[in-house]
């Protein structure tokens, strides 16, 4: 809390640029104290940001009446009416009963309980405004739920060489026969290809999400890493390999 004030004060100390009034410098050391307080945390937010609206009328800066003016704005008190209705909505559940009702009336299908989520925000989004209050406290749970009772889990997207193989081997090998592909040449392409793809996305392969998990690699990272290994496999494999197996007779 030290450091914050701090910052404040030597932003204080120092005289304005020309032109600049003492009442709208003194403003802004307030004001960077302020954020870089809320940057730090030493206190809640909210604590930080009472601090923040005292200090301005306590060494001057506004007037009481400037300093809470704020909170005579009608239309921030309208957006917290609308976070305490949608705390209502949360606590009773009726924002889960209103999405029950949806699906049990759409979610005969998979695109019809899809359609009965969508419904779900677009019906609860008056009462509560906040994107990820409806998202992360009714939908998603709700997404999670229905997910689960049919069987889907995250860690078991095809996170594994095994399932990837024995679910798209055969189905890919099929369909390469059927167009003309010699068949030697599409099973050993297909069996070369279950071994380079564990490392293009961080659901590749079972270590991939172990891996990326640890947080030491970005996402973004990871897929433009994934990306240009793509294309070095691409280049190697079906380029120089593809000439080898040509002087070999494979195809």
Known sequence: ???????????????????????????????????????????????????????????????????????????????????????????????????????????????????GLIATDLVLAPAIPSNTARAGGMV???????????????????ASQTAHVSSMYEAFLSVAVAVGTPPLLAALVLGFAGNLFSSLTHYGSGPAPVLFGSGYVELSTWWKLGFLASLINILIWLIAGGLWWKLLGLW
């Open 1 to 115: 809390m030290l450091g914050v004030c701090a910052v404040g004060a030597i932003i204080w100390l120092i005289p304005p640029p020309g032109g600049v009034e003492p009442r709208a410098w003194h403003l802004l050391a307030i004001f960077v104290a302020t954020i870089v307080g809320i940057i730090a945390k030493p206190l809640p937010m909210g604590a930080i940001a009472l601090l923040g609206i005292a200090m301005t009328a306590l060494s001057g800066t506004l007037t009481i009446n400037q300093a809470l003016s704020g909170f005579g704005n009608s239309t921030i008190w309208l957006i917290v009416v609308a976070f305490f209705i949608s705390r209502g909505f949360i606590k009773t559940g009726l924002g889960s009963r209103i999405a029950y009702l949806f699906m049990a009336a759409l979610g005969k299908k998979t695109l019809g309980l899809g359609y």
């Open 140 to 158: 998603f749970p709700l997404v999670r739920a229905s997910a689960q009772a049919f069987g889907s889990e995250p860690d078991e997207l095809f």
